[in-house]
């Protein structure tokens, strides 16, 4: 019913940057929230940034300071900004959008490695 298109992962060097971009379509009477979580091997999914139907941010903390969420409401899109990578930001970063009735969707997920 619901379907995310993210984009944007890729290689980049320690102190590089990277904009991720996710496209939400489908069956959408509203959009509640969006964002994007992360998932490294060996470690447990965790909240990178999301942004709610009013505009309200959250940021994990170790993001906050170097990461930028953005959306473009009428196009579905979320977008995250990621400055100043670090090694330790290597994962594979998925796409979340809860829609409608608060129904939770994910993307595929997009590689993102940071070489030191």
């Known amino acids: 019913q619901v379907q995310l298109v993210e984009s944007g992962g890729g290689l980049v060097q320690a102190g590089g940057s990277l904009r991720l971009s996710c496209v939400a379509s489908?069956?959408?009477?509203?959009?509640?929230?969006m964002g994007w979580y992360r998932q490294a091997p060996g470690k447990q999914r965790e909240l990178v940034a999301g942004?709610?139907?009013?505009?309200?941010?959250k940021y994990a903390d170790s993001a906050k300071d170097r990461f930028t969420i953005s959306r473009d409401n009428a196009k579905n899109t979320v977008y995250l900004q990621m400055n100043s990578l670090k090694p330790e930001d290597t994962a594979v970063y998925y796409c979340?959008?809860?829609?409608?009735?608060?129904?939770?969707?994910w993307g595929q997920g997009t590689q993102v490695t940071v070489s030191s």
């Open positions: 489908g069956s959408i009477f509203s959009i509640n929230a």
């Open positions: 942004v709610t139907r009013g505009g309200g941010t």
């Open positions: 979340y959008v809860l829609v409608n009735l608060s129904k939770m969707y």
